[in-house]
T-cell receptor
């Protein structure tokens, strides 16, 4: 069965730190991997990755996919307290459905 | 924000009562989904729809039914609510995009079954 595993489950950093969040997946018919940010409300879309080695960037956030090793990372540089959230990754390949990991809870302290 | 609304936003109900949650979209997207989110489990798919009157089960469909009679509305029904169905329910929509299905989420419904 397909599985999406995120690590670490939680992380506490200080403002200004750089963090790397990990997502590994075991899928048989890979199409894409998606990242979402969830504060105390609905998940909001960050990135969709389909090609290996191509970095997606949005401000201080960036993400890259390794299809050979079956993982993706989400980097956040110069973290701010507003980055505190749960970050979710999801496999986007199976019959129009997403399979989510359990998420990484990031806490950024001032 | 994508045009997705959910109603009600909060509901408290008693065990054994029927409950219907509504998801409404204004984006004309083909695909619609219902998830539940619980601590330690993340987001889990309950049911989804790939067109009007076309629905299928997700990984946690027991105790739930859905209906989609028009593109913009997707209803989730708990025929006889149980305490284990206390959760936050999210609706999502998507359309085929770059060989995958980027999903947008509604604001959520917090359901408490007492």
């Amino acid at each position: 069965e397909d599985k999406v595993v995120q690590s670490p489950l939680s992380l506490v950093v200080h403002e200004g730190d750089t963090v790397t969040l990990n997502c590994s997946y075991e899928v048989t018919n890979f199409r894409s991997l998606l990242w979402y940010k969830q504060e105390k409300k609905a998940p909001t879309f960050l990135f969709m990755l389909t090609s290996s080695g191509i970095e997606k960037k949005s401000g201080r956030l960036s993400s890259i996919l390794d299809k050979k090793e079956l993982f993706s990372i989400l980097n956040i540089t110069a973290t701010q307290t507003g980055d505190s959230a749960v970050y979710l990754c999801a496999d986007g390949g199976s019959n129009y459905k997403l399979t989510f990991g359990k998420g990484t809870l990031l806490t950024v302290n001032p | 924000d994508a045009g997705i609304t959910q109603s009600p936003r909060h509901k408290v109900t008693e065990t054994g009562t029927p409950v219907t949650l509504r998801c409404h979209q204004t984006e004309n997207h083909r695909y619609m989904y219902w998830y539940r989110q619980d601590p330690g489990h993340g987001l889990r798919l309950i049911h989804y729809s790939y067109g009007v009157k076309d629905t299928d089960k997700g990984e946690v469909s027991d105790g739930y039914s859905v209906s989609r009679s028009k593109t913009e509305d997707f209803l989730l029904t708990l025929e006889s609510a149980t305490s284990s169905q206390t959760s936050v329910y999210f609706c999502a929509i998507s359309e085929f995009l770059a060989d995958s299905y980027e999903q947008y989420f509604g604001p959520g419904t917090r359901l408490t079954v007492t």
